[in-house]
């Protein structure tokens, strides 16, 4: 394999049908994004670990939908960890890279660093966001913290909120080639029924954990011995076969789903990229009164804000936010962004 084709599938997501078994796929392979995502916050390993899972996920389902703004993953719990949330935002344009944010939100003093990391959320839910942009009515689907991993949260949710059966296949570490610095990778491979399906669901609830449905509980016949088919052979997938960079997408799938007629489609970018700006936190400090601005305000007699996703950092004059605020100057002058 040549540089040249490593770095064209770094950093992408590959759709893909399986015409025998009328099954969609994706498969991703993360690397700068993946790297970046993680490298900027010095996460203990569980952590990592959960937003790498989060962020490969965010990939996948995004690419997904057609989306003409935003994804939205949300992992809520009363553990140790208590947020990961993640962002896709769509390619406003044909051959435009989409974009991937994320981060964690959790308590040091209660994370168990050699336990389980999926553990360390305790219950919760699982949320999947869906925005279209100004003047659309945002979509939210949300199923219980069940299964074992975020992984499958999210098969999960697709077979409760959509009734499409679907699998995911991800993996995830630091890398290190000979004579370069070690760095984040992460792959993986979705399948999905294709949604033409006729659900059947049994009275009573699903056969899943806590009643959930399951793809037992939606396919039948023909339809579910294909899905079978096709999740046998995805268990025969390797890590550095996920992973990369030395196997690609397309000869991965050649060799996993030969028999079942893969057909692939056009390969989408992926970067790192954040939507915040001094603007977007000026407008959420405008409910504020003066009185609440200048709780916010510090010795040095300025406001500031940090974004989690990018660690940007904005620093305001108080008299400029709030609902009281003057008209006139913007940032402090020395703030960043």
């Known amino acids: 394999m040549t540089i040249g084709s490593q770095l064209a599938w770094d950093d992408t997501v590959l759709p893909f049908q399986l015409d025998r078994s009328d099954i969609r796929g994706r498969v991703v392979r993360l690397d700068g994004v993946l790297d970046r995502v993680l490298s900027q916050h010095h996460y203990p390993p569980a952590i990592e670990a959960l937003v790498a899972e989060a962020a490969l996920l965010t990939a996948l389902i995004g690419q997904t939908i057609k989306l003409r703004w935003k994804l939205s993953l949300q992992i809520r719990g009363n553990g140790a960890v208590h947020l990961i949330a993640t962002d896709y935002y769509g390619p406003t344009e044909d051959g435009q890279s989409a974009r991937i944010r994320a981060y964690a939100g959790y308590d040091p003093e209660k994370l168990d660093e050699a336990g389980d990391p999926f553990g360390q959320i305790g219950e919760g839910y699982f949320a999947i966001l869906i925005d279209q942009g100004p003047g659309n009515v945002p979509y939210q689907g949300i199923t219980p913290i069940t299964g074992g991993s975020l992984s499958a949260c999210a098969e999960t949710y697709f077979a409760q909120s959509e009734q499409l059966p679907t699998r995911f296949e991800l993996t995830f ?37 806590g009643g959930l449905l399951s793809h037992a509980d939606i396919l039948a016949g023909d339809e579910g011995e294909n899905w079978l088919r096709a999740n046998t052979l995805l268990d025969t997938v390797e890590e550095l076969e996920l992973i990369g960079p030395l196997v690609q997408p397309t000869d991965l799938l050649v060799r996993l789903f030969h028999e079942e007629g893969p057909r692939v489609f056009d390969a989408q970018p992926l970067r790192f990229g954040c939507s915040c700006s001094a603007d977007k936190v000026r407008a959420s400090l405008a409910i504020y009164s003066a009185s609440d601005i200048a709780e916010m305000t510090t010795a040095e007699g300025i406001v500031t804000a940090d974004c989690q996703f990018c660690g940007a950092h904005y620093e305001f004059n108080p008299r400029t936010l709030g609902a009281e605020a003057e008209a006139g100057s913007e940032e402090v002058p020395g703030g960043t962004a």
Request: hydrophobic content about 30%; cysteine-free; overall charge positive.
């Open 173 to 209: 570490g630091r890398s290190q080639e000979p004579g370069g610095a070690a760095h984040w990778r992460g792959g993986g491979v979705m399948l999905q029924h294709m949604p033409k399906a006729s659900p059947f669901v049994a009275a009573g609830g699903g056969s899943g954990e």
